[in-house]
């Protein structure tokens, strides 16, 4: 058992969503499908990242209050259950926000800047110069979500790796600057030595990066090329069938890297019929892109089904959503309090004994 499991019951982790979007087979595979698995035996939070939504998506909030909600519908849709793990909303969360303006601290300016993810999102999302101040400050905030919860590991997607990193700084940083941890210190023993936040793991899901239906880019909620979680059986076969490959026809030796076989490796179940289908195609032994399309899409018309049932209970009951998220705030603002609490004694900043709590 580690030192945070002795601390603190079961070891904890956070992740979430930002709603940009509603959620497709790329957060099932890369972080959700993991989620579900660890419910028993961790302590989960699962933010909605509702703040981060406005750096792309200012003059649509409307759009970003639909989706957050939307995106627990998903949750609940997918197994994630309300009892178990905590559900809630980054911008009901104060101490997020008063530990991003002191982490922002913890990093040097061109470090936040250098960051890669940032770079891809605003290339593929035409930002241009445009972008607004607070669009590098959410990698910032992104510390602050993960950290106010002092998690042991972060269940994410490959593009998320960097921002992991540098939320590893900011513990690593803090822990040396205001708990004199040493700086050589192993990161599993920050915590054991005094810090006040354990250096998080990314726990990598199943598949790191699911590429989208256009086989050019990652599966993403805001380019265009995802299959949602929420689409009917019509609309996932319609999806499946755009899968471009460029091979012309069933005898043409087809390449088994492509993106539609990392859908029939990712979502066909039946792992001899894998192997079949990829020495098929592989050979061109008549074997058509057009079939291979309809035993994925019923694949993933399968993996759905279950989802679609436990929706059903949701659909147009915002209320009942609503509920479960503030039940969630009411949580996860206990947990950032106590951490906030611990942050502010640590690097000297006075401050009394606060409460939280919704009327
Ligand atoms: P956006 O287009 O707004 O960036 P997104 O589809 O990339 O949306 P995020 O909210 O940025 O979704 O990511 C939520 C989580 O899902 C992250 O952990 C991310 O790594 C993971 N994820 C997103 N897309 C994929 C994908 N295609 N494959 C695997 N994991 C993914
Ligand atoms: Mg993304």
Redesign the pocket.
């Known amino acids: 058992m580690s030192t945070l499991d002795a601390i603190e019951g079961k070891p904890r982790i956070l992740?979430?969503?930002?709603?940009?979007?509603q959620?497709?087979?790329?957060?099932w595979?890369?972080?959700?499908k993991r989620r579900v698995s660890l419910q028993d035996s961790h302590d989960c939070y699962f933010i909605i990242?509702n703040m981060?939504?406005y750096t792309?998506r200012l003059a649509k909030s409307d759009e970003i209050k639909r989706d957050s909600i939307a995106i627990v519908r998903d949750y609940l849709a997918m197994g994630i259950d309300p009892e178990k793990a905590t559900i809630f909303l980054q911008s009901e969360i104060p101490a997020i926000a008063e530990l991003t303006f002191l982490f922002a601290m913890l990093l040097p300016f061109n470090r936040v800047m250098r960051n890669p993810t940032l770079k891809t999102?605003i290339e593929?999302?035409g930002l241009g110069e445009t972008y607004s101040f607070g669009f590098p400050l959410y990698a910032v905030g992104q510390t602050a979500d993960i950290l106010a919860f002092r998690p042991v590991g972060?269940?994410?997607?490959?593009?998320?790796?960097p921002h992991l990193e540098m939320t590893r700084e900011v513990a690593r940083r803090f822990n040396q600057v205001f708990c004199a941890v040493d700086e050589h210190c192993e990161d599993e023993d920050h915590v054991r030595l005094g810090g006040v936040f354990p250096v998080p793991r990314a726990e990598i899901?199943e598949?790191?990066?699911?590429?989208?239906i256009d086989g050019v880019n990652?599966?993403?909620?805001?380019?265009n090329n995802?299959i949602f979680i929420a689409d009917d059986p019509k609309e996932v076969e319609k999806k499946v069938k755009k899968i471009f490959t460029g091979r012309q026809s069933p005898t043409e030796p087809g390449d088994t890297n492509n993106v539609l076989f990392q859908y029939v490796r990712t979502f066909i179940t039946d792992k001899a019929r894998v192997a079949e289908l990829e020495e098929k195609y592989a050979k061109g032994d008549n074997i058509g892109d057009g079939h291979v399309k309809l035993e994925v899409a019923a694949a993933v018309n399968e993996l759905l089904a279950p989802m679609r049932e436990r929706r059903a209970k949701y659909e147009g009951r915002d209320d009942l959503v609503l509920e479960i998220l503030k039940a969630g705030c009411e949580r996860a603002n206990k947990v950032a309090e106590a951490t906030l609490e611990r942050v502010k004694h640590h690097a000297n900043l006075v401050s009394w004994p606060r409460r939280l709590s919704y009327m």
């Open positions: 992740t979430g969503d930002t709603p940009t979007g959620l497709h087979l790329g957060h595979v890369g972080s959700v990242a981060h939504a792309t999102e593929l999302k972060v269940p994410v997607g490959e593009d998320q790796v899901g598949v790191g990066r699911l590429m989208g990652k599966m993403s909620k805001s380019l995802a």
